[in-house]
């Protein structure tokens, strides 16, 4: 079983640029692009690779200030949402990383920010050191669309990850709309599950179809009885009524079935939704399932109603690459 190194990383990190996040603006980034701040995978270090204007780095590096100021970064998340938790990442800068940092927010109804924006401390100038994370949570309900990072006064950050809860206007969600209630873009997260010794649970949730195996759920080789699972919490309460899972690029590794639990939880907390979940309703029975394709499923699921929570089978184990459920939100 995967171990976090805070209790924020099972949230969906809302700096991710599969998410669509990018910075808008930025004081300077001679060395390394910004964007670099963003992207899902852990910072690589290149021996001997240097371009134009020096030493190569996987993520952002601004040049040596030589007057008064610092550096900042204002980004567009690709989603908004509220903040539990940061982890700024220094991974592969020693002699070239800022001695603090600092994070503001923003929610904009309709485009970025301007000179009149008025931003929000949301963490206030933390101390880094080289080639380290820095775990910070953040409890603060309260959405955001734009982020503004501070470097004081300037170097090299690896990674921003930013944890929390996707916000979503479901007043403006029709009656009659189908959306999938899972999807990380409109709330959905993945609680909990058996195992992700391969790839985390929250990859299921992400937009789009997976672009390798490591961008899915993937369970080690069971060697004893029972099956994985994983426990999503949906973005809001509905009704399903279409199903997708999908085992893109899982060939010899599929789980060879699944079937689908689910409930609509009322009070308690994440933790103890686990136990609650084994005595949960039957919502899709065991289906069968192929190697690299998408599996839909409509006349098979049950008419339970309104649903706060599922629970994914897999039998005995293996990767599923996404789950999408589609329906109604409740009102």
């Known amino acids: 079983m995967r171990t976090y190194a805070a209790p924020f990383e099972k949230f969906v990190n809302l700096a991710d640029a599969r998410l669509g996040t990018q910075a808008i603006y930025v004081t ?38 030589r007057f008064e100021g610092y550096d900042y970064a204002v980004i567009r998340l690709g989603v908004p949402g509220s903040i539990k938790g940061v982890d700024i990442d220094t991974s ?21 920010p301007t000179d009149d924006t008025v931003w929000t401390e949301v963490l206030p100038a933390v101390e880094l050191q080289g080639n380290s994370h ?62 992700e010794h391969f790839g985390r649970m929250s990859n299921i949730l992400n937009p789009g179809r997976g672009v390798n195996m490591g961008d899915g ?28 899972v999908d085992t893109l690029h899982f060939k010899g590794n599929y789980p060879d079935s699944c079937s689908i639990q689910a409930a609509y939880v009322k009070g308690g907390t994440d933790s103890q939704i686990e136990t609650q979940s084994l005595f949960w309703r039957e919502l899709l029975p065991s289906q069968k399932l192929q190697m690299h394709q998408e599996h839909e499923f409509v006349e098979q699921i049950a008419k339970l109603g309104p649903v706060t929570h599922v629970r994914l089978n897999v039998f005995p184990d293996g990767g599923v690459s996404r789950l999408r459920l589609f329906g109604k939100v409740a009102r």
């Open 28 to 65: 300077d980034d001679w060395f390394a692009d910004v964007n670099r701040l963003f992207q899902p995978t852990p910072a690589v270090w290149k021996e001997g690779v240097f371009d134009d204007n020096g030493k190569w780095m996987d993520g952002w590096e601004s040049r040596r200030k």
């Open 92 to 112: 592969h800068f020693t002699g070239n990383y800022p001695p603090s940092a600092s994070l503001e927010a923003c929610f904009v109804a309709d485009g970025d």
């Open 134 to 195: 820095h775990y910070h949570a953040i409890d603060d309900s309260q959405a955001y669309t734009h982020l503004r990072f501070n470097i004081f006064p300037d170097g090299g950050v690896a990674r921003l990850r930013v944890y929390g809860i996707p916000y979503r206007d479901w007043s403006s969600v029709g009656d009659n709309e189908q959306i999938d209630l899972a999807a990380a873009l409109n709330g959905g997260r993945a609680l909990a599950c058996s195992d």
């Open 217 to 244: 759920w993937e369970t080690a080789r069971r060697r004893t009885p029972g099956n994985d699972w994983v426990i999503v919490a949906l973005g809001h309460p509905g009704e399903i009524e279409r199903i997708v």
